[in-house]
């Protein structure tokens, strides 16, 4: 999150596990990862996408924009990664792998 705004980004939690799509700590997820947010934080940030069961019937919420070319944003991508903590490196290869993901980073190509 930057000025308010919440992006989806390609930048997942440490801690997350993403074979199971479950937090690998989360009894205590607040001490691991300071930057994690209570269900009652993420639903007043905006942070779940609208469809999320937390929120899909709440009148007024307002979720992130979908579907946001991430490394589109430029500058503002890497500030954010940085505020995030990523490493240049980090960033490099998923900006890479957000490119052939897109069909656009063939070996050799532009
Ligand atoms: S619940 Fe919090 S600590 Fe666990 S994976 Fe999600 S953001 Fe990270």
Redesign the pocket.
């Known amino acids: 999150m930057l000025k308010d705004l919440v992006y989806h980004t390609p930048f997942f ?4 596990d993403r074979a199971t799509r479950l ?4 009894e205590r ?2 001490q ?2 300071p ?3 209570s269900v009652e934080r993420g639903i007043e940030r905006g942070v779940f996408p609208a469809d999320c069961p937390y929120v899909a019937d709440r009148p007024g919420y307002r979720p992130p924009v979908e579907n946001l070319d991430f490394f589109g944003l430029g500058d503002l991508a890497r500030q954010i990664a940085r505020e995030l903590g990523v490493t240049d490196e980090e960033f490099e290869r998923a900006r890479r792998e957000a490119l052939v993901a897109k069909g656009g980073g063939g070996a050799g190509g532009e």
Not at 23 to 26: D, F, L, Q
Request: some cysteine; charged content about 15%; overall charge positive.
């Open positions: 939690c440490p801690h997350l937090c690998a700590v989360y997820r607040f691991a990862n930057r994690c947010l």
